[in-house]
């Protein structure tokens, strides 16, 4: 019996690329561009996990087959809203306004790091509580933990995973990123003793973890050397405030020879009453502040001030929140602090 004949083999076709036009998937277009797709996913979110030359590549087929990317698909099937939520617990006023470098500042380094990563970010505050869209975010930042921490707790029971500007001591349970309040105490403090001043106070309401922070360290530093700080409680954070404590501190102290200030909108408000009681800065009287902001670095005297970086803050809650979002581990973390030394 002669053997079978076998069958000639036909080869396997290539899948064919689809043409311009046509209906579209990730998929296609990842075959189209030789890379996978989630690298497609990332390069049109602009992600910097993809190099600039794939991110473009991936663009420009994307372009030539008239893809659009569907933000709304993808996060149905991720059940996320890609949005984060950003709280800022203050009040603004006419002297105390958001476009200072708090919360300006943090805001800038928030929003670049979350929009190269895909998400949007909702800018609100606790006066609103909490809306509609603010429940349907994915994650919240909270700048500020508030007197005695009440903004903190009031933002926790949304229930959604929170990282929170302030003060990196107060919380263990809570992921924190802060500056070093208590090294910018010391360095005050140091400062201080250097210039040879033995009657300084502190300007400040320590119910604030921030500024308790910060007192933390200027008393300790202050006694190593023999020296207790006056310590009257300035509730507010205004130039306006700030003065008012020092009008009221020299009625009763008027040997006081140094005043460290929680910010520097009390520092300035407290070189206007030393001006206005006829004393000089820094002769008489040394000055510092907190934050290193424009208006206290061209304010007359100049300001001497501690600098704390706001940017690279913003960065890390941003990379710590987008982390708690995703599922993988988030710590607090605390930056440094550095003394900027002007005229006062």
């Known amino acids: 019996m002669p053997p079978a004949k076998r069958k000639p083999r036909i080869a396997r076709a ?31 979110r ?32 991720l059940r996320r809203s890609m949005t984060v939520a950003v709280v800022v617990e203050m ?15 943090l805001l800038g ?7 190269t990563t895909g998400y949007s970010v909702l800018l609100t505050s606790l006066q609103g509580g909490a809306l509609p869209n603010v429940q349907a975010a994915d994650g919240v930042i909270l700048l ?12 926790q029971r949304w229930g959604r995973p929170m990282v929170v500007w302030g003060a990196v001591s107060r919380h263990e349970s809570q992921v924190v990123v802060g500056s070093d309040n208590r090294r910018g105490g010391a360095l005050a403090a140091e400062r201080f003793i250097a210039l040879g001043r033995r009657r300084p106070a502190f300007l400040g309401d320590p119910a604030h973890g921030e500024f308790a922070e910060r007192l933390e360290g200027f ?20 130039v306006g405030a700030g003065a008012e404590a020092v ?18 909108l009390l520092a300035i408000g407290a070189i206007r009453a030393l001006i206005e009681r006829g ?19 061209t304010y007359v005297p100049p300001l001497t001030s501690v600098h704390q970086n706001f940017i690279d803050a913003g960065v890390l809650l941003a990379r710590k929140v987008r982390a708690l979002i995703e599922g993988e581990a988030a710590g607090s973390e605390t930056l440094p602090t550095h003394l900027v030394v002007r005229t006062t």
Do not use: C, W
């Open 247 to 264: 009008h009221a501190l020299l009625d009763t102290h008027a040997q006081v020879d140094a005043l460290f200030a929680a910010s520097d």
């Open 91 to 105: 009040k603004p006023t006419v002297e105390r306004q958001m476009s200072g470098p708090y919360p300006l500042d």
């Open 219 to 238: 008393i300790a530093t202050l006694a190593e050397h023999g020296i207790t700080p006056l310590t009257p409680t300035v509730a507010s954070f205004t």
């Open 279 to 297: 004393r000089r800065v820094p002769e008489d009287v040394s000055v510092i502040g907190y934050d290193d902001t424009p208006l206290g670095a």
């Open 109 to 115: 380094g928030i929003t670049q790091e979350l929009t």
């Open 14 to 44: 290539v899948t064919d690329l689809p043409e311009p036009g046509g209906h579209l998937t990730m998929a296609d277009l990842a075959k189209v561009a030789g890379v996978s797709a989630i690298t497609v996913s990332r390069a049109l």
């Open 46 to 77: 602009d992600s910097p996990l993809v190099n600039i030359e794939t991110r473009e590549r991936v663009r420009q087929v994307a372009q030539q087959y008239g893809y659009a990317f569907n933000v709304s698909a993808r996060n149905l099937k």
């Open 144 to 155: 500020g933990q508030g007197a005695h921490e009440d903004a903190m707790h009031t933002v």
